[in-house]
C-alpha cells in the first residue's frame, strides 16, 4: 500500500475552514510538506513542518503534525473558490526523496 | 525558491516515437528530479538525474525506456522512448536548490510539467 495516505475527496462551503488529513509511515522523516495542484498545472509547495515542531500558521494555512501517531493535518480557514485544487501530503525520507499520498480534490461551492 | 521551466507544455504522440522533455532551471541546484503523475495518479518518481554521470533510477524504470541527461547544474532532459499509449502521463521535473542558510527549509521545487498523450 501506500507510505503516505490521504483521504480523496473534500468538499466544502466558500468562507467556511477546510481540514486535509494525511497519515505517513516512515518516523524518521525530516520535513512533510504539503503542495497545491491547480488544473493544469504543475505542484506549487503551501507549507511544510519541520518533524520537530507540532504546529505551524502561515496566514489562512495551519499545518498540525502528531509524530506519535504520524498524522498531519491542512487546515485552510475561509475558503475561497481560488482553494479548489489537488492538495498532495509528501514526506521526505532520509534517502532526500519525497513521498506523495494519492492527493486530496478539495471542492468549494458557492 | 527555483523558477523551472519544461518545454513542451503538452505534445501529442504516435506509438512507437520517442519524445524528449526538456527542464531548465535559473540557477545552480545540487539535485533534480524526474517524476510521472498518470491520469487521476499521484507522483511517482522515475529517476535522480546526476550531473555528470548516470541517473539513478527507481524500481520499475530502466534507462533504455526513459534516458536522462545532465549536462550541468541548470538543464536537464528525459527522453520517454518507443511510446505507448500507457505512457500518457504528465512528466514533471522538480529541483532541490542548495540550502545556503541553517534556518532554511530543504524541499523540492516543481516545474509546470509536460502533458504527453499517445495515441
Same mark, same amino acid.
Given at each position: 500500500?501506500?507510505?503516505?495516505?490521504?483521504?480523496?475527496?473534500?468538499?466544502?462551503?466558500?468562507?467556511?475552514?477546510?481540514?486535509?488529513?494525511?497519515?505517513?509511515?516512515?518516523?524518521?522523516?525530516?520535513?512533510?510538506?504539503?503542495?497545491?495542484?491547480?488544473?493544469?498545472?504543475?505542484?506549487?509547495?503551501?507549507?511544510?513542518?519541520?518533524?520537530?515542531?507540532?504546529?505551524?500558521?502561515?496566514?489562512?494555512?495551519?499545518?498540525?503534525?502528531?509524530?506519535?501517531?504520524?498524522?498531519?493535518?491542512?487546515?485552510?480557514?475561509?475558503?475561497?473558490?481560488?482553494?479548489?485544487?489537488?492538495?498532495?501530503?509528501?514526506?521526505?525520507?532520509?534517502?532526500?526523496?519525497?513521498?506523495?499520498?494519492?492527493?486530496?480534490?478539495?471542492?468549494?461551492?458557492? | 525558491?527555483?523558477?523551472?521551466?519544461?518545454?513542451?507544455?503538452?505534445?501529442?504522440?504516435?506509438?512507437?516515437?520517442?519524445?524528449?522533455?526538456?527542464?531548465?532551471?535559473?540557477?545552480?541546484?545540487?539535485?533534480? #528530479?524526474?517524476?510521472?503523475?498518470?491520469?487521476?495518479?499521484?507522483?511517482?518518481?522515475?529517476?535522480?538525474?546526476?550531473?555528470?554521470?548516470?541517473?539513478?533510477?527507481?524500481?520499475?524504470?530502466?534507462?533504455?525506456? #526513459?534516458?536522462?541527461?545532465?549536462?550541468?547544474?541548470? #538543464?536537464?532532459?528525459?527522453?520517454?522512448?518507443?511510446?505507448?499509449?500507457?505512457?500518457?502521463?504528465?512528466?514533471?521535473?522538480?529541483?532541490?536548490?542548495?540550502?545556503?542558510?541553517?534556518?532554511?527549509?530543504?524541499?523540492?521545487? #516543481?516545474?509546470?510539467?509536460?502533458?504527453?498523450?499517445?495515441?
Amino acid at each position: 500500500g501506500e507510505d503516505v495516505e490521504q483521504s480523496l475527496f473534500l468538499s466544502v462551503r466558500e468562507g467556511d475552514s477546510s481540514v486535509i488529513n494525511c497519515t505517513y509511515t516512515d518516523s524518521s522523516s525530516t520535513y512533510l510538506y504539503w503542495y497545491k495542484q491547480e488544473p493544469g498545472a504543475g505542484l506549487q509547495l503551501l507549507t511544510y513542518i519541520f518533524s520537530n515542531m507540532d504546529m505551524k500558521q502561515d496566514q489562512r494555512l495551519t499545518v498540525l503534525l502528531n509524530k506519535k501517531d504520524k498524522h498531519l493535518s491542512l487546515r485552510i480557514a475561509d475558503t475561497q473558490t481560488g482553494d479548489s485544487a489537488i492538495y498532495f501530503c509528501a514526506e521526505r525520507r532520509n534517502d532526500y526523496k519525497l513521498s506523495f499520498g494519492a492527493g486530496t480534490t478539495v471542492t468549494v461551492r458557492a | 525558491s527555483a523558477v523551472i521551466s519544461q518545454k513542451p507544455s503538452r505534445d501529442i504522440c504516435q506509438r512507437g516515437t520517442s519524445l524528449t522533455i526538456q527542464c531548465q532551471v535559473d540557477s545552480q541546484v545540487t539535485m533534480m #528530479f524526474w517524476y510521472r503523475q498518470q491520469p487521476g495518479q499521484s507522483l511517482t518518481l522515475i529517476a535522480t538525474a546526476n550531473q555528470g554521470s548516470e541517473a539513478t533510477y527507481e524500481s520499475g524504470f530502466v534507462i533504455d525506456k #526513459f534516458p536522462i541527461s545532465r549536462p550541468n547544474l541548470t #538543464f536537464s532532459t528525459l527522453t520517454v522512448s518507443n511510446m505507448s499509449p500507457e505512457d500518457s502521463s504528465i512528466y514533471l521535473c522538480s529541483v532541490e536548490p542548495l540550502r545556503v542558510t541553517s534556518g532554511g527549509v530543504d524541499t523540492q521545487y #516543481f516545474g509546470p510539467g509536460t502533458r504527453l498523450t499517445v495515441l
